[in-house]
C-alpha cells in the first residue's frame, strides 16, 4: 500500500504542474483588448501571430509627463510671462519629484522661449529669472535655441 502511495504521489508531481501551466495557458489564449463599449472586440489568440496580414496600426503613443509639463509650460509663458511658468515649474517639481530630472532641460527650454517671445530682448527674458532647477532658465536665455 504504501508502495502504491508513493507511485501515485510521485506521478501526480511529475503531471500536476504540467496540467496547471497548460491550464492556465489555455485560460488566458482569448483575452478582450478593445476598450468597454467599444463594439468592437479585439481578441488576442496565442496562436494569431500576424502571419500573412499586414501590421494593424499602432494608437498614438501617449506624450511622457515630462513632455506635457513642457507643452503646458510653454503655453502659459506664451499666454502670460515666463515668470508664471518658471512659479509653475517649481510648483510642479514640488508635487511631482519624479521629473526633478528633467527640470534643467525645461527650464533651459523656458529661457529659450522667452528671448523668442520677447524677440531677441535677452535682458527682458532674464528680468524674469527665478532660483529654479539651478539658474537653467537663466543659460536658456543666452543659448540659441537649436
Same mark, same amino acid.
Given at each position: 500500500? /504504501? ?33 468597454? &463599449?467599444? %463594439?468592437?472586440?479585439?481578441? #488576442?489568440?496565442?496562436?494569431? #501571430? /500576424? ?16 513632455? #506635457? ?11 502670460? /510671462?515666463? %515668470? ?26 523656458? $529661457? ?7 524677440? $531677441? ?13 539651478? &539658474? ?9 535655441? &537649436?
Amino acid at each position: 500500500m /504504501n508502495q502504491l502511495a508513493s507511485r501515485l504521489g510521485k506521478t501526480l508531481a511529475f503531471v500536476l504542474p504540467f496540467v496547471l501551466v497548460t491550464t492556465g495557458t489555455l485560460a488566458v489564449t482569448r483575452v478582450s483588448w478593445a476598450p468597454a &463599449g467599444s %463594439g468592437e472586440k479585439q481578441v #488576442l489568440a496565442a496562436s494569431s #501571430l /500576424n502571419v500573412g496580414r499586414a501590421p494593424a496600426k499602432q494608437a498614438p503613443a501617449k506624450a511622457a509627463p515630462q513632455d #506635457l509639463l513642457r507643452d503646458r509650460l510653454l503655453r502659459t509663458l506664451r499666454t502670460e /510671462n515666463p %515668470g508664471a511658468a518658471l512659479d509653475a515649474l517649481a510648483l510642479a517639481m514640488q508635487q511631482q519629484p519624479s521629473l526633478t530630472r528633467y527640470c534643467t532641460g525645461i527650464a533651459r527650454d523656458l $529661457g529659450q522661449a522667452a528671448v523668442r517671445k520677447y524677440h $531677441g530682448d535677452v535682458k527682458r527674458a532674464q528680468s524674469f529669472a527665478r532660483p529654479v532647477c539651478d &539658474g537653467s532658465f537663466a543659460v536658456g536665455t543666452l543659448t540659441p535655441a &537649436g
